[in-house]
């Protein structure tokens, strides 16, 4: 391969990575707490919309295994037990990729209240996977303001996906 062949080749790469990356950033930020009146700290799962964004969006890019592997460092990142995340993940992937058909081309409200919808029981089934997993009662108030927010931030993290995709993915279709 040529010099001048490589460097497209690099690009495409990269641009291919988008959803990878955009998952990997917001698990991330997710480790930042925040603190608010009522809550010691509350780290929000951002990762989540980013999943249901590019799941809807190009879920070509993100295939089982990706979501799988982004679960497992979840995992090591929260200090869940490992699996739980990875356990929660893949749920919301079969979830939101069976329903993919449904949810195109349907209005940002109707996505931001199905994505809303997706999440309360699997933000319920994490709380009670790591309560069961841990021996002990996580406080149902922290899962509560962590469900409020993470709903709260899908118009940030999903315009960012939606602009990402318009800007480079959308011709590669």
Known sequence: MRRRDVIPYLTDGLIRSIP???????LFLGLFPFRLAFF???FV????????????LR??????????????LADLMYVYPLGTDA???MLF????????RFLIGHSFLFLWGTFAVFMLPLSGLLWGLVSL?????????????????????????AGLCSKLYN???DDMA
């Open 93 to 100: 992937y079969v979830l939101v990729y069976t329903q993919r």
């Open 59 to 72: 879920p070509d890019l993100l295939p089982p295994m990706t979501v799988f592997i982004l679960g497992v």
């Open 20 to 26: 990878f990356l955009t998952c990997f950033g917001f």
């Open 45 to 56: 799962p951002f990762i989540f919309i980013a999943l249901f964004c590019w799941l809807i």
């Open 167 to 169: 800007m480079y993915l």
């Open 87 to 89: 356990f929660v993940f």
């Open 133 to 157: 997993l841990r021996w002990q009662l996580m406080p149902i108030g922290a899962a509560v303001g962590q469900y409020c927010l993470l709903i709260g931030f899908y118009p940030l993290i």
């Open 40 to 42: 010691a700290e509350l």
